[in-house]
Nanobody, 122 residues
Framework: EVQLVESGGGLVQAGGSLRLSCAASGFTFDDYAIGWFRQAPGKEREGVSCISSSDNSTYYADSAKGRFTISRDNAKNTVYLQMNGLKPEDTAVYYC???????????????WGKGTQVTVSS
C-alpha cells in the first residue's frame, strides 16, 4: 500500500520555524520526485517546492524562495521541508506528493499524503 505521511506541523508565531517531514512507503521512493503543496481555507492549492529523484535538484515557488529548504533522505524514504521566517500567510494544510516528473504541478503527482496543518500567528 502506498503511503505518504506528513508530520511536523503546528502552531508557531510569525518569524518562527517548522520542519515538515514526509515519510513514504509502498513505492520505489528513489524513482520519484517529491513535492510540497499547500492549501489555505478558501484558496486553491498551490505548489511550494519540489525535489528531483535523480540529482536532488530543487525548485521553489516565489513564496518559498529564501525561506524554505527542501531536502530528501533516500535511505529513510523521507523528504523534509524546513520553513524559516514563517508568515501568517503561510497558514495552510501542507501536503507532500510523489511524481515521476520533476515539476511543481499538482496534476502530475500520483500519490498524496493527507496533510499536516501549519498555523502561523501574528
Amino acid at each position: 500500500e502506498v503511503q505518504l505521511v506528513e508530520s511536523g506541523g503546528g502552531l508557531v508565531q510569525a518569524g518562527g520555524s517548522l520542519r515538515l517531514s514526509c515519510a513514504a512507503s509502498g513505492f520505489t521512493f528513489d524513482d520519484y520526485a517529491i513535492g510540497w503543496f499547500r492549501q489555505a481555507p478558501g484558496k486553491e492549492r498551490e505548489g511550494v517546492s519540489c525535489i528531483s529523484s535523480s540529482d536532488n535538484s530543487t525548485y521553489y515557488a516565489d513564496s518559498a524562495k529564501g525561506r524554505f529548504t527542501i531536502s530528501r533522505d533516500n535511505a529513510k524514504n523521507t523528504v523534509y521541508l524546513q520553513m524559516n521566517g514563517l508568515k501568517p500567510e503561510d497558514t495552510a494544510v501542507y501536503y507532500c506528493a510523489a511524481s515521476r516528473l520533476y515539476i511543481l504541478l499538482g496534476s502530475v503527482y500520483d500519490y498524496w499524503g493527507k496533510g499536516t496543518q501549519v498555523t502561523v500567528s501574528s
